[in-house]
Nanobody, 124 residues
Framework: QVQLVESGGGLVQAGGSLRLSCAAS????????MGWFRQAPGKEREFVAA????????YYKDSVKGRFTISRDNAKNTVYLQMNSLKPEDTAVYYC?????????????????WGQGTQVTVSS
């Protein structure tokens, strides 16, 4: 049974930082592309960042480039999202997801497994 468990969310002031973690189990983590998505109240889920199985390639939503960094530790079966210079518009529930083996994609429908999400709230 595949499980993705996010942690690290919370309340932070604008300009602050948070580091999200996603611990994976039940899959051969090192083979999977991983991504982070977010969903704000009343809005659709949107892509934030993705990383290739090897960590060699990353994709970002334009509005987070230069502020967010996705990384992974295949020895710990964990993917991270370092979020700096946070803005109120970054407020959302953040989800990690695992795409198919050997893939990296920005498309939510190509992700096979999802975590339960962690709330990030940025106050102005």
């Amino acid at each position: 049974q595949v499980q993705l468990v996010e942690s690290g969310g919370g309340l932070v002031q604008a300009g602050g930082s948070l580091r999200l973690s996603c611990a994976a189990s039940g899959l051969t983590f090192r083979n999977y592309g991983m991504g982070w998505f977010r969903q704000a109240p009343g809005k659709e889920r949107e892509f934030v960042a993705a990383i290739m199985w090897s960590g060699g390639t990353t994709y970002y939503k334009d509005s987070v480039k230069g502020r967010f960094t996705i990384s992974r530790d295949n020895a710990k079966n964990t993917v991270y999202l370092q979020m700096n210079s946070l803005k109120p518009e970054d407020t959302a529930v953040y989800y990690c997801a695992a795409s198919g083996p050997w893939e990296i994609t920005t498309m939510a429908q190509k992700y096979d497994y999802w975590g339960q999400g962690t709330q990030v709230t940025v106050s102005s």
